[in-house]
């Protein structure tokens, strides 16, 4: 059985710095995409980065770019997103995702019904 299991989330002040990890269970996601999206309240679930574990090319929200950073250890199955410099608008819950996502254009990898496994979700909350 396939299993995500995202942590590291909390609560921090603004410009402090969190790192997430997802780690997956049950298969080898070694040639899968993995991302990483969040749900503010009232909000739909946002993209925010993800990453092809085969070859390594990233994928950012303009919202994240430059502070956000996603990288993956295969040999441990799992993923990390490095968030640094978080703001109040950061503040959400934050789902990993996988799926078979091979796309030439950012915007596929922002859909949500590309993935197939998702994560329970961590709490990210950052005061002002």
């Known amino acids: 059985q396939v299993q995500l299991v995202d942590s590291g989330g909390g609560l921090v002040q603004a410009g402090e710095s969190l790192r997430l990890s997802c780690v997956a269970s049950?298969?080898?996601?070694?040639?899968?995409?993995t991302a990483w999206f969040r749900q503010a309240p009232g909000k739909e679930r946002e993209f925010v980065a993800a990453i092809r574990r085969s070859g390594g090319s990233t994928y950012y929200a303009d919202s994240v770019k430059g502070r956000f950073t996603i990288s993956g250890d295969n040999a441990k199955n799992t993923v990390y997103l490095q968030m640094n410099s978080l703001k109040p608008e950061d503040t959400a819950v934050y789902y990993c995702a996988v799926g078979p996502v091979y796309c030439s254009y950012y915007g596929c990898y922002a859909r949500l019904d590309k993935y197939d496994y998702w994560g329970q979700g961590t709490q990210v909350t950052v005061s002002s």
């Open positions: 049950g298969r080898t996601f070694s040639s899968y995409t």
